[in-house]
């Protein structure tokens, strides 16, 4: 069974507009991370943002903020004010458990399109 | 700062022959090292990973291996490569929860 879905395969936004990219997650750890990374067409996977199952508050990182629903098992990236920057796969990964032996799990990704 | 170096950035090597693409870490001591490999418009598929000098964990059966000969430096191998080894190879290393990755490199095996 998939343990990260992205559902959304290509999303287009208007520059200057709000973005949400979709993530859910399969897990029955109590204790588990939720990540975002960003991949341009360069390859290099770019940390975005971390999300802790216990943090109270939804992450946020500069224009990049995290909408965290425990309960329906999602952690939706969104993006505010868009860029042509911003251009990209975007991946959704979790890790299970605290230890170093926990790995990383990624989904299929979303490919961003900001159109000027 | 810490930094993460891989090379080569690209490789082109024709079936039936040996890999190795090496993966240096600069800036930290004692990470935890990954290697993952990424099909083309595909997810992150983890291979190896690695806690310290000559601890490795393989993720998936292959015709690929892993090794630490040092504390900052991490290679993948292989004796004889296919074809279905071609893709994007991403060394990562770890601080806290958070991966950080290399610059990567395609590997194209004709």
């Known amino acids: 069974a998939q343990k990260i879905t992205q559902t959304q395969p290509g999303m287009f936004v208007q520059e200057k507009e709000a973005v949400t990219l979709d993530c859910t997650y399969d897990t029955s750890d109590q204790s588990y991370g939720l990540f975002w990374y960003k991949q341009p067409s360069s390859g290099e996977m770019i940390f975005l943002i971390y999300q802790g199952s216990y943090d109270e508050q939804n992450a946020t990182e500069g224009r990049y903020s995290l909408n965290f629903q425990k309960a329906r098992k999602s952690a939706n990236l969104v993006i505010s004010a868009s860029q042509l920057g911003d251009s990209a796969m975007y991946f959704c990964a979790m890790r299970e458990g605290k230890t170093s032996y926990d790995k990383v799990i990624f989904g299929p990704g979303t490919s961003l399109s900001v159109i000027p | 700062s810490q930094t993460i170096h891989q090379w080569p950035a690209t490789l082109v090597q024709p079936v039936g022959s040996p890999l190795s693409l090496e993966c240096t870490v600069e800036?930290?001591?004692?990470?935890?090292l990954y290697w993952y490999r990424q099909a083309a418009g595909r997810g992150l598929q983890l291979l190896f990973y690695?806690?310290?000098?000559?601890?490795i964990s393989s993720e998936v059966p292959q015709n690929l291996s892993a090794s630490r000969p040092q504390d900052r430096q991490f290679i993948l191998s292989s004796k004889k490569l296919l074809l279905s080894d071609s893709g994007f190879y991403l060394c990562?290393?770890?601080?806290?929860?958070?991966?950080?990755f290399g610059p990567g490199t395609r590997l194209t095996v004709t």
């Open positions: 690695s806690v310290g000098i000559g601890q």
């Open positions: 800036g930290t001591s004692n990470p935890n």
């Open positions: 990562a290393w770890e601080r806290g929860y958070e991966q950080y």
